[in-house]
């Protein structure tokens, strides 16, 4: 009779716990405010992004161009597990969209936690012509991610598009184009908290100019912003914006930019010069078929990225440019890769003088993998949603925890 009794204790006892656990209110996300890193070097550090990779999930079942170029095929896997891509170089995480939120997850993260302050958005208008249309929808997912991780961004308007767009629109009047891509602009990314602004002003740059190079043009299409803009062209192309709309050049791997050395000694003939720091350059446009080879820059081991890092220091540079995070076409990517691993990005916390190193960034691409492999589990998800939240507030060691208890 005793044991009888004992055992219907125990089982109305389980029945409590498991009505109770199975009534329990589910454990809700703690939303945490971005936290910025704190690092003493006191220079502005700011990444060039390309937002232009689709794969075949997001390009009507096609690989995008800048994985093939003419001839490299993404479905070819050799036998180490690697796609055919057009790139010297092969992303740790393997080719993808630009638009997939885990892989911005991804390069935010790994960003901030590297030191960089904000991004600085290569941008081909608002059109839909070839693929502007998805890099613009590219562009934006970025962007609207920015913020809750804390960083900034910027634009970096390509003008050499403008051609494209006059023959998609049959007109000429290529200066109306480009009216209508800065009023885009100035409605859509410079009422926002987290734009990049360089002495009060909005930063906005242009690869060149390439096709727009007569002043009194650009005077006519940065008359729509109510507030003037910082307006940086590259290095040597002030007189093709005109002196009265230039707020200052930077630097690009081109050409004789190779050596920079000129090129900071005369960087008081601006009132802003924004220096440049990249970790070599190796393109792959002669084996892709679209092109000639256009130089070499040996990587040197990473010698040549602390170089450059270190040259922005010694001139007094305020702000850099890291070029690039991800141009794979021309081998310019910081991002950790195959070859490289995380170490471009290690050099990078050393020189912003953070306390972060290497744990933190194989961490968040421990996160991007869990993402990809629990992508049906909303449980597990959700739990990776509050340690997304515990990264961007710097409660990097609670995200860890959650990562482990994952796996």
């Not at 075949?56 to 170029?69: D, S």
């Not at 962007?143 to 629109?169: H, S």
Request: proline fraction near 4%; aromatic fraction near 14%; charge should be neutral.
């Amino acid at each position: 009779m005793k044991t009888k009794l004992v055992l219907l204790l125990a089982i109305c006892s389980l029945c409590f716990w498991s009505c109770k656990t199975a009534n329990a209110p589910e454990e809700e996300i703690t939303v945490y405010q971005p936290v910025s890193v704190t690092k003493t070097n006191p220079l502005k550090v700011f990444v060039h992004y390309m937002p232009w990779f689709e794969n075949k999930t997001t390009n009507a079942g096609k690989w995008g161009y800048h994985w093939t170029m003419k001839n490299c095929n993404p479905d070819v896997i050799d036998s180490n597990g690697r796609r055919q891509i057009a790139s010297h170089y092969y992303p740790l995480i393997g080719p993808y969209a630009s638009s997939d939120q885990d892989l911005i997850e991804y390069h935010l993260l790994l960003m901030k936690y590297s030191g960089i302050d904000g991004i600085l958005i290569d941008w081909y208008g608002q059109w839909t012509y070839n693929d502007s249309q998805s890099i613009l929808i590219n562009s934006n997912a970025i962007i609207n991610a920015c913020a809750k991780v804390g960083l900034e961004f910027a634009i970096v308007y390509e003008d050499r598009v403008i051609p494209n767009m006059m023959t998609a629109t049959s007109t000429t009047d290529y200066v109306s184009l480009a009216v209508t891509d800065m009023n885009y602009i100035n409605h859509t990314y410079f009422n926002k908290s987290n734009y990049i602004k360089i002495d009060g002003k909005p930063l906005l740059m242009v690869f060149g100019p390439d096709y727009i190079t007569k002043p009194d043009d650009w005077t006519t299409i940065l008359s729509v912003f109510p507030t003037k803009p910082c307006f940086m062209s590259l290095y040597g192309f002030t007189s093709k914006v005109g002196t009265a709309n230039s707020g200052g050049e930077y630097l690009w791997p081109w050409g004789d930019n190779i050596n920079v050395d000129v090129k900071y000694a005369n960087k008081k003939n601006d009132p802003t010069f924004m220096g440049g720091a990249w970790p070599g350059f190796h393109d792959y446009y002669k084996e892709g078929g679209v092109g000639n080879t256009l130089f070499l820059d040996d990587y040197a081991n990473g010698a040549r990225w602390y170089e450059l890092l270190k040259k922005a220091q010694d001139n007094s540079m305020k702000y850099l440019q890291l070029i690039t995070w991800n141009d794979f076409g021309e081998g310019t990517m910081i991002e950790p890769t195959k070859e490289f691993g995380y170490s471009y990005l290690t050099k990078l916390q050393t020189f912003t003088a953070s306390t972060l190193n290497q744990k933190q960034l194989e961490s968040i691409y421990n996160m991007y993998n869990l993402r990809k492999q629990y992508k049906t589990d909303a449980t597990k998800q959700k739990k990776l949603n509050q340690a997304f939240y515990y990264f961007v507030s710097m409660q990097d060691s609670k995200a860890i925890d959650i990562l482990n208890e994952i796996k």
